[in-house]
C-alpha cells in the first residue's frame, strides 16, 4: 500500500530559526513529490514541486530535497517567520493513474 | 483569477438531515475531486471526476454521493448525515501537467 510519513507531527521554533521537516514514502511507481502549505483555515497551497530527476527546488525561504532512491524529501525553513506558522503536506503522486499520497503533515509553529 | 469557490463555508446540522455542499470552479478543468481532511489522519479522497458524468470513488466514499452535470460544478451530498462524517471537506481542481491540487477554501461541517 503506498504510503506517506510525516516528521515531526509538530514542531516549536523562534522566530528567525530554520527548521527541516522530513518526509518518507513508499509510492511507487514515482511520479513526483508536492509540498503543500496550508494556512489555519485554508485549503492547501502548492510550495514545490520535484520529479524523479530533481533533488532540490527552492521557493523563496523554503527548499526542498528529494532522494529517490531512498524515497526520502525534506522541506528546509530558512529565517522562519511568524507567517511560515501553518501546517505541511508531504503528496506524492504515482505515476500512470495520478493517484496521490497524503501525509498526515507537520505543524509548524512560529514563536516571535 | 483561477478560483475553486466551496459553499457554505461552516455548516452544523443534524443527524439524517440531507446536506448538499456545492462547489464550483472557473479554471474550465476537468478532473475535480473531494477530501474530507482529520486530525492525524490527513487528506483522504471521497469522490473524483474526471469529465462531465464521469464520477469514481476514492478511498473513503461510503455515505457520500456526488454528480458532475457540468464542468463547473461538483455538488457533494450527504444524503443521511452521521456524527462521523463530522470533518473539513475540500474541493480540489486538477490543474498542469504534475497533477496539482488546487484547493478550494474549506467546509467546516459539524453533525450533531
Known amino acids: 500500500k503506498n504510503q506517506v510519513e510525516q516528521s515531526p507531527q509538530s514542531l516549536i521554533i523562534l522566530e528567525g530559526k530554520n527548521c527541516t521537516l522530513q518526509?518518507?514514502?513508499?509510492?511507487?511507481?514515482?511520479?513526483?513529490l508536492r509540498w503543500y502549505k496550508q494556512d489555519t483555515g485554508r485549503g492547501p497551497v502548492s510550495l514545490t514541486i520535484m520529479t524523479f530527476s530533481e533533488n532540490t527546488k527552492s521557493n523563496g525561504r523554503y527548499t526542498a530535497t528529494l532522494d529517490a532512491d531512498t524515497k526520502q524529501s525534506s522541506l528546509h525553513i530558512t529565517a522562519s517567520q511568524l507567517s511560515d506558522s501553518a501546517s505541511y503536506i508531504c503528496v506524492v503522486s504515482a505515476g500512470g493513474d495520478y493517484k496521490l499520497s497524503f501525509g498526515a503533515g507537520t505543524t509548524v509553529t512560529v514563536r516571535a | 483569477e483561477a478560483q475553486v469557490t466551496q459553499n457554505p463555508r461552516y455548516l452544523i446540522t443534524v443527524t439524517g438531515k440531507k446536506l448538499t455542499v456545492t462547489c464550483s470552479q472557473n479554471?474550465?478543468?476537468?478532473?475535480m475531486s473531494w477530501y474530507r481532511q482529520d486530525p492525524g489522519l490527513g487528506l483522504r479522497q471521497i469522490y473524483y471526476s474526471m469529465n462531465v458524468e464521469v464520477t469514481d470513488k476514492g478511498d473513503v466514499p461510503e455515505g457520500y454521493k456526488v454528480s458532475r452535470k457540468e464542468k463547473r460544478n461538483f455538488p457533494l451530498i450527504l444524503e443521511s448525515p452521521s456524527p462521523n462524517q463530522t470533518s473539513l471537506y475540500f474541493c480540489a481542481v486538477r490543474r498542469g501537467a504534475h497533477n496539482e491540487q488546487f484547493f478550494g477554501p474549506g467546509t467546516r461541517l459539524t453533525v450533531l
Open positions: 518526509c518518507n514514502y513508499t509510492v511507487s511507481p514515482f511520479s513526483n
Open positions: 479554471m474550465n478543468h476537468e478532473y
